[in-house]
Nanobody, 115 residues
């Protein structure tokens, strides 16, 4: 079955960087777009970044454009989210997502940006 496992979250100071990883299994990874979403306490889940199967088209949420970079390694069935210049408002649980006939989600990884 489809499984998405995120890692790389943690506590970071404002202005710092983190790289999240999502290892996928149970489907033909190279054929599907992948996305990162996040959900902050008391807020709705929002799109952070999305990348097509070949990586030729990438979209970012307006609040992270210029600071975050999504990438993928189809040989490793892994999608990454490089996060730079982190702000306290980036604090959230970050989820990996794909749609293989239906939406699948990982369990999330917590990112806390605080001094």
């Amino acid at each position: 079955q489809v499984q998405l496992v995120e890692s790389g979250g943690g506590l970071v100071q404002p202005g710092g960087s983190l790289t999240l990883s999502c290892v996928a299994s149970g489907f033909t990874f190279r054929r599907y777009a992948m996305s990162w979403y996040r959900q902050a306490p008391g807020k709705e889940r929002e799109l952070v970044a999305a990348i097509t199967s070949t990586g030729d088209i990438i979209n970012y949420g307006h609040s992270v454009t210029g600071r975050f970079t999504i990438s993928r390694d189809n040989a490793k069935t892994t999608v990454y989210l490089q996060m730079n210049s982190l702000k306290p408002e980036d604090t959230a649980v970050y989820y990996c997502n794909t749609n293989v006939g239906m939406d699948f989600w990982g369990k999330g990884t917590l990112v806390t940006v605080s001094s």
